[in-house]
């Protein structure tokens, strides 16, 4: 990842059009089996990392719906091939398209701690004013 939207999200889809790598999708579109919530592909968020804040805590209503999950990296290839939160694209030729296959730039000044604790985005935000 990536960040993660979660079950405070009031589904007003403000996020999906600020994402610069098209990595979310509304509940209908989600590929996880009965989404209830805006969804982020974790295999596509960049973290925003070439921006002062990531554009959809940026741009959410709602404090706290977004939060920071593990990078999106080899060292977390099971953590996301195996989690029951996320279901990874697989792509015709390339397969899935795991951290193993594509890792994803995130962002070093967040800590593994913020990471697992999933800390909001919005508390962080201010790491990079
Ligand atoms: S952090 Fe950036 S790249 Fe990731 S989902 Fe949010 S807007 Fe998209
Ligand atoms: S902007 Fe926030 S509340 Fe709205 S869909 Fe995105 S994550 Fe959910």
Redesign the pocket.
Known sequence: MAVM?TDS???????IDECPATAIVSADNAPVAGAE??YVKPEKCIECVDSAVPK?AD????EG??VWDMPYTESYNDYYTQSDNYVIRVHKKKGLMSPLVAPRPYRENITAETREQHVSVGETLKLYN
Request: hydrophobic share 30%; aromatic share 0%.
């Open positions: 939207i999200c009031i589904n007003c889809d403000a996020c919530h805006t959809c741009a959410c209503p709602t719906c977004i």
